[in-house]
Nanobody, 126 residues
Framework: QPQLVESGGGFVQPGGSLRLSCAAS????????IGWFRQAPGKEREGVSC????????NYADSVRGRFTISRDSAKSIVYLQMSNLKPEDTALYYC???????????????????WGHGTQVTVSS
C-alpha cells in the first residue's frame, strides 16, 4: 500500500533552518515526481517545490527559491526539503505528495498527485 511519511518539522526562530524528510514505501519511488506542499490556517494548499522522476529536475515556488532545496535519495526512498532563512510566513503544515504523471508546467497543482502524506508542522516565530 502506497505510503508517504513526513518528518522533521518543528519550531524555529526567523532565520533558522529545518530539514524535512518524506519517506516513501509501497510504490515504485523512482517512477514518481515528489512534491512538497504547504497549507497555512485559512489558506489554500500551495506548491513549494518538486523533484521530477527519472532526471531529478527541480522546481520551486517564487516565495522559497534560493532558500529551500529539494533532493532525492533513491537508495532510501526519501526526499528531503532543506529550508534555510525561514520566515514567519513559512509557518504551515507541510505535506509531501507523489505523482506518476506530473508535468513540470503544472507541478504545483494538487490534482496532479496520486498519494499524499499526513503532513508535518513547521512554525517560524520569535
Amino acid at each position: 500500500q502506497p505510503q508517504l511519511v513526513e518528518s522533521g518539522g518543528g519550531f524555529v526562530q526567523p532565520g533558522g533552518s529545518l530539514r524535512l524528510s518524506c519517506a516513501a514505501s509501497g510504490f515504485s519511488f523512482d517512477y514518481y515526481t515528489i512534491g512538497w506542499f504547504r497549507q497555512a490556517p485559512g489558506k489554500e494548499r500551495e506548491g513549494v517545490s518538486c523533484i521530477t522522476k527519472y532526471d531529478d529536475n527541480t522546481n520551486y515556488a517564487d516565495s522559497v527559491r534560493g532558500r529551500f532545496t529539494i533532493s532525492r535519495d533513491s537508495a532510501k526512498s526519501i526526499v528531503y526539503l532543506q529550508m534555510s532563512n525561514l520566515k514567519p510566513e513559512d509557518t504551515a503544515l507541510y505535506y509531501c505528495a507523489a505523482g506518476g504523471s506530473v508535468s513540470e508546467s503544472t507541478w504545483w497543482a494538487t490534482p496532479m498527485y496520486d498519494y499524499w502524506g499526513h503532513g508535518t508542522q513547521v512554525t517560524v516565530s520569535s
